[in-house]
């Protein structure tokens, strides 16, 4: 196995020189007169399985994308490892460590599974582009590493009898964990995933969240999870963040959360 999956969350605990691995201060965020997010604050830690709720249109995605940089908070801080992830391109907080999957499937269809998730490897390629194009020296020992990288990652996800197709081709399940392979493929400390389960049969959502617990467990690599739907983040989540009009309205363990009056109003009001 590849040195990428065989590292366990004590060893990056071991390594690291930060007191949180992520923390969101403060952050707040408007659309012209639209407040998206308001003054939000947490704290994601080394191999934790952090979840994000709240209604459509709560926030959400506007947090992942403050977190990554494709948005820009107007007030507030986001440290990524003690220091400012402010200011940065999202590839740059990507080459940093945070991986992301998308609410709707962002892979290249006509491309066979391999390929889609060596291009997650692209990103952490140690090398300039005419080295790998002329298959030399470094560029090649790096093919051959990133290669081996994503045998792992097909291994580990159980995609093998797919591995040579076009992934516009796959079922919905397998397209969604090919899309979680190209991400496991950037070598992250922290994934996000934004409603990874949204349009998933049952049987696809049960392997779905088997997965992420794995990715959790074995690979030691802390996740933010952001769901509508509360059930599958009260089976698996070790912490709840609870999002309703731009604010945290509640945040703790999953059996707290769940019996938060504040937490079944947002709900019940909803429908
Ligand atoms: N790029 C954007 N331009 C204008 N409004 C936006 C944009 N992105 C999000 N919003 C608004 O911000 C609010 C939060 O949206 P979003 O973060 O997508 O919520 P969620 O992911 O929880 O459903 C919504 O009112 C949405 O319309
Ligand atoms: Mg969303």
């Not at 040195?3 to 990056?12: P, V, Y």
């Not at 599958?232 to 999953?254: Q, T």
Request: hydrophobic share 40%; with cysteine; glycine share 8%.
């Amino acid at each position: 196995m590849s040195r990428l999956l065989t590292r366990s969350t004590e060893n990056r605990r071991a390594e690291r020189d930060y007191e949180n691995l992520l923390v969101v201060d403060d952050v707040r965020l408007a659309f012209g007169g639209v407040t998206a997010i308001d003054g939000v604050s947490f704290h994601v830690d080394d191999g934790e399985l952090y979840a994000i709720i709240g209604p459509n249109g709560a926030g959400k995605t506007s947090i992942f994308n403050c977190l990554n940089q494709v948005y820009h908070p107007d007030e507030g801080d986001i440290r990524w490892k003690g220091k400012t992830v402010l200011g940065l391109k999202p590839n740059q907080t990507a080459e940093l460590g945070m991986a992301r999957t998308f609410q709707n499937i962002a892979l290249f269809p006509h491309m066979n599974v391999v390929e889609n998730i060596l291009t997650g490897r692209h990103i952490r390629m140690d090398q300039t582009w005419w080295q790998g194009a002329l298959w030399l020296g470094k560029g090649r020992r790096d093919e051959f590493e990133n290669r081996e990288v994503v045998e792992d990652i097909i291994d580990f996800l159980e995609i093998e009898r797919w591995r040579k197709q076009p992934v516009g081709m796959l079922p919905y399940g397998i397209q969604k964990r090919v899309e979680l392979g190209r991400a496991l493929a950037m070598d992250p400390d922290l994934l996000l995933l934004d409603e990874p389960v949204a349009g998933m049969n049952l049987e696809e959502t049960e392997d779905m969240a088997r997965f992420i617990l794995d990715i959790r467990d074995e690979l030691g690599i802390a996740i933010i999870l952001v769901e509508h739907d509360m059930g599958l983040v009260m089976d698996i989540a070790d912490r709840v963040m609870v999002v309703d009009f731009g604010r945290k309205i509640s945040e703790g363990v999953p059996e707290v959360v769940q019996n938060d009056p504040e937490v079944i109003k947002a709900y019940l009001g909803e429908t």
